[in-house]
């Protein structure tokens, strides 16, 4: 009952910067701050792959080792909302961006079998 709003994608240089926003609403709105939120990416003839994450209880982050440094994930509990701050962008960051919610306390952040909402997914493409 967790729907999932994505923005904030588009088409941007190597070297340069976008924000990813993803608004929760529904009926359990109301505990968005026990959520844990991740983002996964999907790259044309590759398996889904797994961004960052940020957990409800105390706000730990997880990252993928490729993005390390460059990326960072947030939330504003206040706006049922996560960001994913991307910084010095790479060609091989070009996917279709995906966010997810966790409603139900689950343990691992980093598999995508955990999530049980998703988001639509919006495109990033990096230029060479």
């Known amino acids: 009952q967790v729907q999932l709003v994505e923005s904030g994608g588009g088409l941007v240089q190597a070297g340069g910067s976008l924000r990813l926003s993803c608004a929760a609403s529904?009926?359990?709105?109301?505990?968005?701050?026990?959520?844990?939120m991740g983002w996964f990416r999907q790259a044309p003839g590759k398996e889904r792959e797994f961004v960052a994450a940020i957990r409800g209880s105390d706000s730990s982050t997880y990252y993928a080792d490729s993005v390390k440094g460059r990326f960072t994930i947030s939330r504003d509990n206040a706006k049922n909302t996560v960001y994913l701050q991307m910084n010095s962008l790479k060609p091989e960051d070009t996917a279709v961006y995906y966010c997810?919610?966790?409603?139900?306390?689950?343990?691992?952040?980093?598999?995508?079998?955990?999530?049980?909402?998703w988001g639509q997914g919006t495109q990033v493409t990096v230029s060479s």
């Open positions: 997810a919610a966790d409603t139900d306390q689950g343990v691992d952040a980093t598999f995508w079998g955990l999530y049980d909402a």
């Open positions: 529904g009926r359990t709105f109301s505990t968005f701050s026990t959520y844990v």
